[in-house]
């Protein structure tokens, strides 16, 4: 059974960062892709970042380029999302996924198989 846990989430002033962690039981955390969603409230999932199984592609939403940075750590089975100069509208609960079956990242929420809980990562202005 696989499974995934967040952790790293919380209450920070715009302009800081977080960083959020995702480790996976069950499953070599280097065979498929990973991603990272966020759904604030009121409002649909939506993507913010993806890495390929071997860490060697990312792919970003526009909203997060070049201040998030996601990221892979086989030894700990564990996938990061490095969140810098964090926004009000960043505020959301954060989800990490994995891509069964597939080592390629992805922007389609359809396309994952396995999901975490979700932790809250709330910016105040």
């Known amino acids: 059974q696989v499974q995934l846990v967040e952790s790293g989430g919380g209450l920070v002033q715009a302009g800081g960062s977080l960083r959020l962690a995702c480790t996976v039981s069950?499953?070599?955390?280097?065979?498929?892709?990973m991603g990272w969603f966020r759904q604030a409230p009121g409002k649909e999932r939506e993507f913010v970042a993806a890495?390929?199984?071997?860490?060697?592609?990312?792919n970003y939403a526009d909203s997060v380029q070049g201040r998030f940075t996601i990221s892979r750590d086989k030894t700990k089975n564990t996938v990061y999302l490095q969140m810098n100069s964090l926004k009000p509208e960043d505020t959301a609960v954060y989800y990490c996924?994995?891509?069964?079956?597939?080592?390629?990242?992805?922007?389609?929420?359809?396309?994952?198989?396995?999901w975490g809980q979700g932790t809250q990562v709330t910016v105040s202005s």
């Open positions: 890495i390929s199984w071997n860490g060697g592609r990312t």
């Open positions: 996924a994995e891509r069964g079956g597939s080592p390629d990242p992805s922007q389609q929420e359809y396309e994952y198989a396995y």
């Open positions: 069950g499953r070599t955390v280097g065979s498929y892709a």
